[in-house]
């Protein structure tokens, strides 16, 4: 039997961000695919360059940042100052919506307004139920309705009553009544993302950096993980077993459950599935904007971004992204007519020739964050950590985060870990 000190399940951000930084070559990264990168991939076509979805990143620790560009091509990092807004009635809106209701119509301005100032803030003083309450009691009932609802449910293809209040975390862009107030005036639409890098070559260049440090044989592709006998600490593949004295997996929260055997509910492990098509055309379309929100039921996309505004290239480069339930059949050239004539009532397509496309489906995600959800990740989690195993990364911690937030969490347990060895 095969063995390791350091078991790594999964060749993408969290299991390559722990491999650079245990501190040890007795290590072993089983990858099922056969290109690293998770669902961090790029696809590089026709000319046009587009990853998997839109993967922008936003750094708050200036030693990671430093650490990936020291490993990549000099000049390969664009520093965008970010663009985006909302479609909303045929014009444009800025984001974040509750910051710009001084941009609606002034019927529609006055009703967000009027329901701004009179919300509901709860009278009982109890905390909000859930996420969508949340939203009605801070912002109201028309700030709610014409953009944070129906987007938010068109994204998470779920009743956002069933999220937990604090779902998103810190990516959401609260702001109370004297920041929408003042905003009329003085402009200040800052979000964690106000500024984003992006890599010439995609975000795989970011990937590749993290690979720079690891020997191709550390890496087995097209291996995947089966079942784990924690109590023995061996975990079969589709072509071996490998004892293991500790094992790092980034694969979702779920199928760990499954593969380990451990007890769990999975009813209260839900999310949703996104297909996002990359479309390439012929020509410039809309200026200057990166991302774009469509709230909108008409549309049967939630948003859509422009990579030929990050590069500065000649010719319209899209990803459109569709939110579906975790069950839900994708009807992928249904959906590929619906969205290039939503495109075109949406005013984005104006006779241009589709000339490139790729389309792939993300499964799981965006994770449902529940208050459920949270005890039982916190539960297995600590259980699984008795035997040697750890779950981390956006699907393994079964969270909400950001790529670099995976960095960080594989690099603290990695130091952690080494530290104890």
């Known amino acids: 039997m095969d063995q390791t000190k350091y078991l790594i399940v999964g060749a993408g951000v969290s299991g390559l961000s722990f491999a650079n930084f245990v501190g040890s070559d007795d290590y072993l990264i089983l990858e099922s695919d056969t290109e690293i990168g998770g669902f961090c991939k790029t696809v590089v076509q026709d000319g046009f360059v587009w990853d998997y979805s839109g993967h922008f990143f936003h750094f708050k620790h200036k ?11 000099q000049d390969e990092v664009r520093v965008i100052q970010k663009e985006s807004a909302v479609r909303y009635r045929d014009g444009f809106v800025d984001f974040p919506f509750q910051k710009n209701i001084h941009q609606l119509p002034q019927d529609e301005f006055i009703e967000c307004l009027y329901d701004l100032y009179f919300k509901d ?43 937990d209040t604090d779902a998103m975390g810190r990516f959401f862009p609260y702001a109370d009544v004297a920041d929408i107030i003042r905003n009329f005036r003085q402009t200040n639409n800052t979000s964690y993302n106000s500024t984003f890098t992006y890599p010439r070559g995609g975000a795989i260049q970011y990937v590749r950096a993290l690979k720079h440090e690891v020997p191709d044989h550390k890496i087995s592709f097209q291996e995947g993980l089966v079942s784990v006998d924690l109590d023995r600490r061996v975990a079969t593949t589709t072509k071996r ?25 999975p009813a209260d492990l ?31 996309f939630y948003r859509i971004g422009f990579y030929d505004n990050i590069f500065n290239t000649d010719r319209m480069s899209l990803y459109v992204e569709l939110g579906y339930p975790a069950d839900a059949t994708v009807d992928v050239q249904g959906a590929r007519t619906q969205v290039l004539a939503d495109l075109t009532t949406a005013g984005v397509i ?12 993300l499964d799981p995600a965006y994770v449902h964050i529940t208050q459920q959800s949270m005890a039982q990740v916190q539960q297995a989690r600590a259980a699984l950590a008795e035997h040697g195993v750890y779950s981390i990364g956006r699907y393994g911690a ?3 985060c950001s790529i670099e937030d995976n960095m960080i969490e594989a ?11």
């Open 63 to 73: 030693d990671m940042e430093t650490y990936l560009l020291d490993r990549m091509p």
């Open 121 to 163: 803030e709860g009278s009982d003083g109890s905390a909000p139920a859930n996420f969508k309450e949340m939203l009605y009691r801070k912002f109201g009932r028309g700030i709610s309705e014409k953009f944070l609802i129906p987007y938010n449910e068109k994204l998470y293809a779920t009743d956002l009553t069933r999220l």
């Open 241 to 265: 077993q490998i004892r293991f004295e500790k094992l790092i997996s980034s694969t979702p929260f779920p199928r760990l459950m499954k593969m380990t055997g451990l007890p769990h509910n």
């Open 270 to 300: 839900t999310w949703n599935k996104v297909l996002v098509f990359n479309l390439g055309f012929d020509r410039k379309g809309w200026e200057k904007l990166h991302w774009v929100y469509f709230p909108e039921r008409k549309y049967c």
């Open 350 to 361: 104006q006779g241009h020739q589709l000339v490139s496309e790729h389309n792939i489906v």
């Open 398 to 400: 079964w969270t909400y």
């Open 411 to 421: 690099r603290t347990l990695a130091r952690e870990l080494a530290s104890l060895a």
